[in-house]
């Protein structure tokens, strides 16, 4: 299988290509073969690409937003007019199903896109009356323009979820994927393109941390936003405050799902296993801590233990395959790295723990680990692999106490059938994002980000405006100046 693109990069509308970039292969990783080389961006390709946005950001956000709108809401019809071909290029990219690419990737992205496209006309400011007659009026500028940088487990989501609010309100984008899946980023700006977004506006440069590293540091670029791990985002972070840049930061996470003994089990332990097992466990708001009440632990163990080993491993472009492989083999080595940590530390393997007999690919079986405590290795660290910790627990009070003694901060669920104890456990978690009585949905409806180490702002819903907009405030005097001299 093949899917070179035209060029590397693209920039102004056009894919541009520089063969004195370093190359890099793009590998499937159910084969580990290349199906795509490509170059990283040079100085001059990221000069091209900043100067290009520059240029084009002014005129773009002075056009009715109604018009601005009407562009991403045409580049959403595209996007899901080739569901198809868009999800078999994330699944070359990822390795993840297509079981899952058809229904969570470009159509995640296509949502960002409708919805921030209908936002961007209904956007207003403040009038602030100041007596005497006077007032004050606020306006929503765009920031100018912005630097997004990608993770490797949800390329398309995470290029449309920046992409889509950035455009909306009026900034242009010089966007980096991952280099490990850098494919659907162009897709994306060439949809855009064909749905009239002017030159400039959305350029993909490719290559890896030194390429985005640059990127955070040109005094063109006004905000930053990352998806990525803690380590890249303190780096990050940092870097952009030399220049005192904006910036949004969704970072990993070790986040809580608690399960009480009156809670339907079977959905506690559905949501588990989408909380750990989509996308081979690939995600960074996974439930990767399931506190489950011990009065209940046993029941969960043996449905949880019969569900995940008949989870079908395999050929990520047969539509019955349910888990893909990850992403690479230095993935697929860490990961295997935690899971002899845990067995090690005294953890009790419920299932899985090897490749699934697969050798055809980057292939982690689902793994379950019971009898954790709190100070292991497994239970502490992101692991971002299908790896599940289970631990025991008595009270709600000391759940949470638990649940809350991590750094991370990213996300929380709890399962129950005692709504006023849902919404009090969730009070208590520190966590950007939470859920109860399901996991892990993420409707661009509603604002997703982190507290704690998992990060800074929100993507999506209302709350993004805040991220891809500054206030300018304007008094106005409507009588004489009293000056005293
Ligand atoms: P990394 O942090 O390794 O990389 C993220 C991106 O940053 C990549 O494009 C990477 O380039 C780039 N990068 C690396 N170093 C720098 C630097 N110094 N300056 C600028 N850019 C840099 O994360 P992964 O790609 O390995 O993704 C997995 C991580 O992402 C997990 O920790 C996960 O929790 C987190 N994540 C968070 C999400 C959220 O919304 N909170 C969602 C999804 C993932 P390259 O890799 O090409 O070298």
Known sequence: MQAQPQASHYIDGAFVEDTDGAAFDVIYPYTGAAVARLHAA?????????????RAQADWAARPPVERGRVLRRAAEIIRERNRPLSELETLDTGKPLQETLVADAASGADALEYFGGYAPTVTGQTIALGGGDFAYTLREALGVCAGIGAWNYPTQIACWKAAPALAFGNAMVFKPSELTPLSALKLAEILTEAGLPPGLFNVVQGAGAVGAALVTDPRVAKVSLTGSVETGRK?????????????????????????????LDDAVGAAML?????????????????????????????LEARSRAIVLGDPMEEATQMGPLVSAAQRDKVMGYIKAGVEEGARLVCGGGNGGRNDGFFVEPTVFADVTDDMVIAREEIFGPVMCVLGFDTEDEAVARANATGFGLAGGVFTADLSRGHRVVSRLQAGTCWINGY???PVEMPFGGVKLSGVGRENG??????YTQIKTVHVSMGGVDAPY
């Open 275 to 303: 909380g750990n097992f989509y996308s081979a466990g690939q995600i960074c708001s996974n439930g990767t801590r399931v506190f489950v009440q011990k009065s209940a632990i046993g029941a969960f163990l043996d449905r």
């Open 440 to 442: 892990n949905l993420t």
């Open 42 to 54: 040079t100085p001059a390709v990221l000069d091209r690409a900043l100067a290009a946005a520059e």
């Open 462 to 467: 209302h709350a993004a405006l805040e991220y």
């Open 236 to 264: 990050v972070y940092a870097a952009a405050a030399e220049g005192i840049r904006h910036v949004t930061m969704e970072l990993g996470g070790k986040s809580p799902l608690l399960v009480f003994d009156d809670a339907s």
